[in-house]
């Protein structure tokens, strides 16, 4: 089991329903072990089992929910917000 840490940018979210249903999209993935969204970034930070799921379910999962994503590892430096650490 290894933990890993991701921050997925999460467009077009403006209202609570919108956080909710992304929260809730997040919850149901098997391997999701913790959530923070930070709307005010349209970022969310997700820490996961990589052993049971990865990167990919968690865009999908988001994208179910009709949001644009794109998935950055927290220490990339492609990551808007990696130096925000």
């Known amino acids: 089991m290894a933990i890993?840490?991701?921050?997925?940018s999460i467009?077009?979210?403006d209202d609570?329903?919108?956080l909710n249903s992304v929260m809730?999209?997040?919850?149901?993935i098997s391997g999701v072990t913790t959530i923070n969204l930070d709307p005010k970034h349209n970022v969310a930070t997700?820490?996961?089992?990589?052993?049971?799921?990865s990167i990919h379910?968690?865009?999908a999962a988001i994208s179910m929910v009709d949001y644009a994503t794109q998935p950055f590892p927290i220490d990339s430096p492609q990551n808007p917000h990696h130096?925000?650490?």
């Open 57 to 59: 379910a968690l865009t």
């Open 46 to 53: 997700v820490s996961y089992d990589d052993t049971d799921t």
């Open 16 to 18: 609570a329903e919108g």
């Open 83 to 85: 130096n925000d650490l």
């Open 11 to 13: 467009e077009n979210i």
């Open 4 to 8: 890993q840490m991701a921050q997925v």
């Open 24 to 28: 809730t999209a997040l919850k149901n």
